[in-house]
């Protein structure tokens, strides 16, 4: 099929298939890319509003098993500065979150085999009784999938537990690169992709809000970056009518610094910012069922989150009040709410402020 009628094809969101995807994303010029997915943006997004949200990534523990490749974040259990959060930090950091006007906390910690279901629900549960407007945007498929075989219980229990305990959405962390070739050599220890997924299917049902991320610039092919947005498409494709689904992809490229990735397999992430706009530009032109693309600022900086509005990104993510993981590895960016306003209208749009459901926000 020629290229003129692969554009075609998309901007009637007509699926994609993963050879029509791949080539794409190794032949198409930049600029067709980005001027397509524009457009797309358009028909998902109508208008020039760009969204942004204020929120507080909070690590619930820094004590992982997984230890993968990637993550400087971690710590074993007997390492000096292993900690688990107590609630007078809750406290202190929720505080500070609702003094600047934000009303969620993005609460991850990794895979701590000393915190069991009971653990999460009982603190989701304390925090909504201390702070009852605060929105939960926590865990994450692999935790889930780690939690149901810790409780040898299922996928759906543990969910339905959580989600009674206050839980408001689940992050698409973990997603790293759907491809079990790639999740062994970076994440050995994690959900494999399969389980990734189901656990997304289940959040569904449930009528979870969701949202799917991809890493990638490390060990994984182009096509396997194309299969990752067609089994994201799939899964969306498969959900309840009036579901949610995965409101929302973001993807970012790996950060390198000082990681077991690079110090001992030699991986340097291959970033670049027009490869990270052509990522941006093929995930909107693939993700023909995912309203929200939003651009990981915190990773790209400043210059090339503004020209991801303009390669079919409709959001710049939140002022990330705190950030453990991502800057551990390399990312300095950091942006308050008047940054993220100026950066958008910088760009030609108009900011939005925007919640987890990207609902506005007045």
């Not at 003129?4 to 067709?32: C, M, R, S, V």
């Not at 991850?108 to 929105?135: H, T, V």
């Amino acid at each position: 099929m020629q290229r003129d009628q692969i554009y075609n094809k998309a901007l009637g969101l007509q699926p994609l298939d993963i050879e029509e995807g791949t080539g794409l994303y190794e032949n198409a010029p930049l600029g067709e890319l980005m001027f397509i997915a524009s457009r797309l943006r358009q028909i998902h997004n109508p208008g020039r509003k760009a969204g942004w949200m204020i929120d507080r990534n909070v690590n619930i523990s820094n004590i992982c098993i997984s230890r993968c490749a990637f993550c400087n974040f971690c710590r074993r259990k007997d390492s000096p500065d292993s900690y688990v959060t107590s609630m007078d930090q809750y406290r202190q950091k929720t505080d500070e979150l609702f003094r600047i006007g934000g009303d969620q906390l993005l609460l991850q910690g990794g895979m701590n085999p000393a915190l069991g279901l009971d653990f999460y629900c009982s603190l989701f549960r304390e925090l909504k009784k201390l702070y009852p407007s605060l929105k939960l945007h926590a865990l994450g498929p692999p935790e889930i999938v780690f939690l149901a075989k810790k409780e040898k219980t299922t996928i759906s229990r543990v969910l339905a537990d959580l989600i009674e305990a206050g839980l408001d959405s689940l992050p698409g962390a973990g997603a790293e690169i759907l491809s079990d070739r790639v999740r062994k050599i970076i994440s050995p220890a994690k959900a494999s992709a399969d389980e990734w997924l189901e656990v997304m299917r289940i959040a569904h049902r449930f009528n979870l809000p969701t949202s799917a991320t991809m890493m990638y610039g490390h060990v994984e092919t182009v096509r396997e970056r194309i299969e990752h947005l067609v089994r994201l498409r799939e899964v969306q494709e498969e959900k309840p009518v009036n579901s949610y689904g995965f409101i929302a992809f973001i993807p970012w490229p790996f950060q390198d610094k000082d990681t077991r990735l690079r110090n001992k397999l030699g991986i340097k992430s291959t970033y670049t910012p027009p490869e990270y706009l052509r990522m941006i530009a093929i995930s909107r032109i693939m993700l023909t069922n995912i309203r929200n693309i939003q651009a990981s600022v915190l990773t790209v900086g400043r210059e090339t989150g503004m020209l991801s509005l303009h390669a079919g990104a409709n959001d710049l993510g939140s002022v990330m009040m705190e950030e453990n993981v991502v800057s551990s590895a390399g990312s300095d960016n950091r942006f308050s709410a008047d940054d993220l306003r100026e950066i958008i209208s910088a760009a030609g749009f108009e900011p939005q402020r925007r919640n987890q459901k990207y609902e506005e926000v007045k």
